[in-house]
């Protein structure tokens, strides 16, 4: 049986004072005893009061601890940016409190709530594939809480957003690929419910009509742009009656799988289909042909996501909605290098 939720007039039953008493004493209000205000403390905390509101009265004091949610921790991209953060937060006295969404809103849920209740000074959030709305974020947001949204983000105007311009990476991608000759461009993406995904697949999809080139919705594919996503929509591609001559993908993860797979079939790189990623991840590098992909600063995007939340937690400031945006390049290697016949 699920116990029932602990009010303050329990705890006012329990110690034989009066509601009102209790409630100031919560607060930590000056015209109730020292004593008293510890035996309420004491029993709310006995009596389990701590998951709601008595967390939020004992936040008067700092924890020194961030709360981080990314979608993976199996990225490289992600690892760089956590690298970012705890560089920055170790030197400010903070202690980062890292979990994972794996690309689930429900999950995600329960990390916020686990974060909370851990007293996390703030919090740092790319969110997962599946977040339609951020209300489970409101125990944060209520309080005051500073919240930092990075790469994926939610528009809200209590939150600052740490992001790249994914339009125009994506947009100087596809152009690159056109330059080269390629009339025919898949794309490989993600939910757009997410905003990188969206804004790249709207930059893809401008540089096209820029170009005077149609944007074919049979030739953009959606995955969860893993390893195995990569081989898998790569096979759909070769089973088309007429095959692309690009291949733009939204990783580099599912780039190179999709270089190894056209390879199996004896495709011909960059001559027959050129193919590009997305975030410079070191596998870019090792794949033959050298893949093209976008450099994506994960490194700087983490320190700024940490200094941006420990000045907002230094300087009490209040968040009105604020877009940083940072650099991005272009890497051009041999995958999308169509030699001259």
Known sequence: MSQKEITIYDIAEALNLSPATVSRGLKDHPAIRKDTRKRIFDKAKEMGYQQNHFASNLRRSRSNTIGVIVPRLNSYFMASVISGMEKVANAAGYNLIISQSIESKDKEMTNVKTLYNSRVDGLLVSLAYDTETISHFDLFLN????????????????????????????YEVTQHMIQQGCRRIAHITADIKRNVYSERLRGFKHALLDAMLPYDEELVFF????????????????????????????????AVSCIATLKQAGIKIPEQIAVTGFNNDPLSKVIEPNLTTLNYPGQEMGELAAATLIRKLDSKEGGSLNTIVLRHDLIVRESSLRKKV
């Open 143 to 170: 309080k005051g809480i500073p919240l930092i949204f990075f790469d994926r983000v939610f528009e809200h105007p209590q939150c600052t957003s740490i992001i790249i311009d994914n339009y125009k990476a994506a």
């Open 223 to 254: 995955s969860n742009l893993s390893e195995q996503a990569g081989a898998e929509v790569t096979q759909r591609i070769l089973a088309l009656p007429q095959l692309p001559d690009g291949i733009f993908c939204a990783n580099d993860t599912t």
